[in-house]
């Protein structure tokens, strides 16, 4: 579902990834973990088509993404930790406009749902000035979610919800991966990967250092150890250093 291989990111001379190659299959929820300023969001971008890589292959679904931007882009959802709203669209509206950019026929029939899923249907008809942080993340997430994309960016999306709303959030991860979409989840929240995740994938310096299912990459780094925790696998893997 989301192949990558050789993913280059440069910013003049300083490169931001490096040769970075993984995939992510149906039903898979991929950790995307690292200290600050390990390549995470730059490679979450480079996947959505926000910002043009410099070299490697991503394709999501049939399309690659560099020669079919607008089909790949049709099959996936990025979300990132500041939620991008209309100041002059109340809630029903915002989901009416995602609905015609996407093609969505009979939109009403899935907002109501997606938005009781989300706890936001008693703000229908409210302008984003009036929601709280956790409320406008609920919203973008919603807005997302609309066309079923079959590809799903997670960048920090826990950011301004509270812990009844990131249970909500986990419930809703699970079911989209359960129903075979291809997740990748960013977040420094390593208790949260580790519930929800299959696998995890492991950055330093934009460069892969672990790769694999949790048991897979725990057993490299755990010494023989057993119940280790992902935090602790996360500071063995990356020397416990920024970068």
């Known amino acids: 579902m989301i192949d990558v291989l050789g993913l280059n990111k440069r910013y003049g001379d300083f490169t931001a990834v490096r040769e970075l190659s993984f995939a992510v299959q149906p039903g898979e929820v991929l950790g995307l973990v690292g200290p600050n300023g390990a390549g995470k969001t730059t490679t979450l971008r480079c996947l959505a088509g926000i910002i043009p890589a410099n070299g490697g292959t991503i394709r999501i679904g049939e399309a690659v993404l560099a020669q079919d931007p607008v089909a790949a882009k049709r099959q996936l959802a990025f979300f990132s930790d500041e939620p991008r709203l209309f100041d002059y669209l ?3 509206q915002h989901l009416a406009f995602v609905a015609r950019i996407y093609g969505v026929a009979d939109h009403e029939a899935l907002a109501g749902p997606l938005l009781e899923e989300l ?3 008693d703000k229908a008809d ?3 000035g009036e929601l709280s942080r956790g409320m406008k993340q609920k919203l973008a997430i919603a807005c997302g979610l609309l066309h079923a ?3 799903i960016f997670f960048d920090e999306p826990l950011t301004g919800l509270d812990p009844l709303g990131i249970r909500r959030m986990k419930d809703s991860i699970r079911k989209r991966a359960s129903e075979g979409a291809a997740i990748v989840l960013s977040s420094h929240l390593l208790h949260l990967l580790e519930e929800v995740c299959s696998h995890v994938l492991i950055l330093k310096k934009g460069e892969k250092i672990a790769h694999g299912t949790l048991a897979d990459v725990s057993a490299q780094f755990a010494n023989g ?3 280790v925790s992902l935090e602790e696998i996360f500071i063995r893997a990356t020397g416990g250093t920024e970068g």
Request: charged letters at 25%; aromatic letters at 0%.
């Open 119 to 121: 706890e936001i249907a």
């Open 149 to 151: 994309p079959r590809v």
């Open 126 to 128: 409210q302008l984003p």
């Open 225 to 227: 150890e057993t119940g």
């Open 90 to 92: 109340t809630v029903r």
